[in-house]
């Protein structure tokens, strides 16, 4: 499962965004990717040690809004991971 998150701040480095997720997400946190670090597109791809659907949906809504250095965190989860697709 996993979560995209998007509005990281510029001001946080790669260790800095790793390490907030990872404490938030306690034992789900399964890996923290950052893509772009200190720039303006600096996003987050987080990987969920579930593999129960509706974990990723509500993991997406208690992350939604919190802040990172100040800054309001947007999130959202895959609907489905391709393993999982109902067409597969």
């Not at 701040?9 to 790793?18: A, F, I, K, L, M």
């Not at 809504?61 to 489905?80: H, K, N, T, Y």
């Amino acid at each position: 499962m996993h979560l995209t998150v998007w509005n990281v701040p510029e001001s946080c480095s790669e260790q800095d965004v790793r390490e907030f997720f990872e404490r938030e997400l306690g034992h789900y946190a399964k890996g923290v990717t950052v893509y772009d670090a200190g720039t303006s597109n600096a996003h987050a791809d987080l990987e969920l040690d579930s593999d129960v659907p509706y974990v990723a949906d509500a993991v997406a809504r208690e992350l939604q809004g919190r802040r990172l250095a100040g800054v309001a965190l947007r999130v959202s989860a895959a609907p489905f991971d391709e393993e999982e697709s109902p067409r597969g």
